[in-house]
Structures are given as structure tokens and as C-alpha cells.
């Protein structure tokens, strides 16, 4: 049976698209009274940040930067009071979210990388692949997949209508990612919605410094607007190139769950994004181009 606190409860094929790669959009993912919980229950920024992922002892807040509340942080720190949030972490981190994300969209990740859902079934003892919490709970003989839900925040920007991230792709190692926004009510500011893009030369990929696209090499195909209550999940790969638009001066986080899916369990890679990279040493762009080494 379907949690509740699913975000893919209201999943149907028609809200699926395949191009440029395969993601869909979720309007009103939650039922009203549960994500109406979860908005006035949000933790602050002051919690996330002071628990966020990497935190440094004499690290400073700034304008217009990512910081994530993972899974493992929850799991390990049980007195941490986070009331539903909670589990709505531990569900889209258990073995009962991903049979029912494989249930739903298995056959989608078959199309995009044939190789991957095989290469866990083959490796499970139980002939489906296992869920792991990544960085907690992600051992290779118990898990072949590891599961991440990211109560996150987009610092308030300062400056006018500049960008968290502009044009980019994931890490090779995840195969999926889930971005669920919680706009505030009192959020009147325009932008931070989900761009999906496409390489205007497929045959010319440049890949930057962090997995940055430049603009040039780029075409925007549709936009996601940063909508309360909205689901926007992709399958990952070489062609999932997405950003986030420009943002106005506001007083209000920009606040969202990254629920992701990373194969590390399994196998290294879901792709190989080496060939393209423009941000390797001249010592690995010569050994490629002489030895052909990737």
C-alpha cells in the first residue's frame, strides 16, 4: 500500500516525459492536510544550517547557497526534533519507497540504462535490489542501491536575480533525483524554478568546473515553475542537463527535498562523463588523447 507521505502517490504515466531525457512533474504530489503539516512544520533555516551536510566549526551563513539536512544526519541524531519530517525521511529512504519507485518507473530506468536495475537484481540475494540510507546504512552486502532525503534550503539571495545553479548535470553515481518544493506562503519573489535543458551540439558535450554546462551549449526546453506542493524527478544521465533560473532579492529560503537514488552499492558510475569533462589535468587531457585513456 502507498504511503501517505509519498511523493509519487499521485503518479500517473501521462505525467511522464521522455525528451530530451525521461523526468515528470507532480502538481499537488501530497494530500492538502499532510503537506499543509510539512509547510508549517519546514525546519528553519537556523536548524538547517546549523546541521547541514559538511558543516564547518567557524563556517558562515551565505546568501544564496545550498544546505541539506540528509537522511544519515536524522538517523543518526534521534533527538533531533523534526515531528513528520521525520518520516517522510524514513519512508522515502526504506526498502518500501523503492519497490514502489521501481514498481512505477523501473521499466523507464531499464529504457534509459539497461545495464543498471539487472546488475542489482544479479547482485541481491533477494532478487530485487535492496534499499540502502546513503552514508549510514549503504554497506555493499546489504544494500545495492543507497537512498538519500534531503530536506534542503536555498539560502535568500542578496543580490538581484542571480542563480543557485545555473545549467548543469548530477553526479554520474546517481541514477535518480526527486525535487520537491515547499514554497513558502509568504514568498512573493519571481524565479528559482526548474529549467530542463538539452545539448544544442549532442556531438560537441562540454562538461565544466562542478558538472557546469555553459549557456552556449545549451537549449532550454521547458521550465518548472517553484510551486508549492510539486514534484519535478528525473532519471539521471549524460542527456539530464537542468538549472535554476535567476532569483529576486527575497527574504525567504527557496525550500525543497532532494530525494535521490546512487548505484555506489552496485557499481561506480550510472554514466561516464570523463570524455567530456573540460576541468581535468593537462596530464589526464594528454593521456587521453595519446593512450586513449578514459
Known sequence: MTSKL??????????????????????????DAIYAELSETFPSERVIFEHHRGKKPDEKYRANARYDLPA?????????????????????????????????????????HPHIIAAMQKKSPLNKPRAGVRFFSDAKDE?????????????????PMTS????????????????????HPDDGSKGGDLEICTWKTPQRKRIGRARIIDADDVVVTDSVTYDPNKLALFINSIESIHGVTTREVSDQPRRLVNIIGEVYPTQKKVFNDRPYRQDRSILDQVKRKVFGIN
Open 164 to 183: 543557485v545553479r545555473t545549467a548543469h548535470l548530477d553526479n554520474p553515481v546517481e541514477l535518480f533525483a526527486g525535487l520537491f518544493y515547499l514554497r
Open 72 to 112: 544519515a544526519h536524522i538517523e543518526k541524531n534521534p533527538a533531533l526534533d523534526l515531528g513528520l519530517w521525520r518520516e517522510f525521511s524514513e519512508y522515502h529512504t526504506s526498502q518500501d519507497f523503492l519497490d514502489e519507485f521501481l514498481s512505477k518507473l523501473g521499466d523507464v530506468i531499464s529504457e534509459t
Open 6 to 31: 509519498s511523493v509519487l502517490q499521485n503518479f500517473d504515466g501521462a505525467q511522464l516525459r521522455k525528451t530530451p531525457f525521461p523526468y515528470l512533474v507532480i502538481e499537488n504530489a501530497l494530500p
Open 143 to 159: 544494500s545495492d542501491i543507497a537512498l538519500d532525503c534531503q530536506i534542503a534550503i536555498n539560502s535568500p539571495p542578496t543580490v
